[in-house]
């Protein structure tokens, strides 16, 4: 997460009633974009937490309560919790951005658990210092919502959040919440005519069924591993080498951390070209890749 500020929180924690009146005002603002699951998890656990059963609130739990697991759930086979705790995580981080911004009591899910967090915002009773600042907020993240990088409004806005006495609780500021990967073009290995169209058909399978998560956002290698790449700064790179020999096709694929050149998920996929046309191998080795692509991402930004 990017952020360039964050707001005071009083001491004192808000009170039960007053923590409840502020979920049913998130719940109930326009801006707030979540699903009915999505509510009732954020109720479940925030009415948890008031009711002081919050060390009940795990995965499993959440899973069985809201997803209608069973107790076979395995939270690192199926990572519909903390999909859905990000997803929230960013929405509530959007609301407070949007229209929040002198709320008095902040709701939050730290990253990392489920118990939700509960906070007081300091406030200056004579002067009201938002709505310069709300509006560059406003225009901020309308912008990186729309994919584009916000380079004029981030000189204003930086010097003027810090300005604004604002330093210790969790409400980020965010260009963009969602981890990002790079589907490379994959490399080729062998004279094969077939290898170049394999090559392109799989990136693109790859790309097609990645772009419809609204959990990561999806960026195409336009120039083909050259430096300009790194203008993008992906957090993550999917990689892939093929190799066809004969009816044989072998592809080598890896997912890494950018910042660290760490291998995150990595597996080698065996396919019989005569028993599968070109476009057939490429779109079942996207349907077989994309779902471990996604869950290995989301598993990696949860640690």
Request: overall charge positive; aromatic content about 6%.
């Amino acid at each position: 997460m990017k952020s360039v500020g964050t707001r005071t929180a009083d001491v004192a924690a808000p009170s039960t009633e007053d923590v409840r009146e502020q979920l049913r005002r998130i719940l109930a603002s326009d801006v707030f974009c979540l699903p009915q699951r999505g509510r009732k998890f954020l109720q479940f656990v925030v009415d948890e937490t008031l009711e002081g059963r919050d060390k009940y609130l795990k995965a499993a739990t959440i899973a069985h309560q809201i997803f209608g697991r069973n107790a076979s759930y395995d939270a690192h086979i199926d990572p519909c919790v903390r999909i859905e705790a990000r997803r929230i995580r960013r929405e509530l981080e959007r609301y407070y951005l949007l229209v929040g911004l002198t709320d008095r009591i902040i709701i939050t899910i730290p990253k990392g658990r489920y118990v939700p967090a509960f906070a007081t915002c300091a406030r200056q009773p004579d002067s009201d210092p938002l709505p310069v600042l709300g509006r560059i907020r406003r225009l901020r993240y309308s912008i990186a919502a729309g994919a584009t990088a916000i380079i004029a409004a981030a000189p204003l806005a930086v010097p003027l959040v810090h300005q604004a006495n604002y330093p210790a609780i969790a409400v980020p500021i965010l260009v963009e919440s969602r981890p990002s990967v790079m589907v490379e073009r994959f490399e080729r290995s062998g004279p094969d005519y077939r290898s170049e169209a394999l090559s392109q058909g799989i990136s693109d399978a790859i790309i097609e069924k990645l772009a419809k998560s609204n959990d990561i956002v999806v960026l195409v290698d336009m120039f083909h591993g050259t430096k300009e790449r790194r203008l993008a700064n992906p957090s993550y790179a999917l990689q892939g080498r093929i190799q066809v020999e004969g009816a044989h096709l072998r592809s080598t694929i890896r997912l890494v951390r950018r910042a660290d050149g760490a291998v995150i998920w990595a597996n080698n996929y065996n396919s019989n070209l005569d028993q599968q046309g070109l476009a057939s191998v490429a779109t079942s080795l996207a349907k077989n890749i994309s779902p471990k692509v996604e869950r290995s991402m989301a598993t990696a930004e949860e640690r």
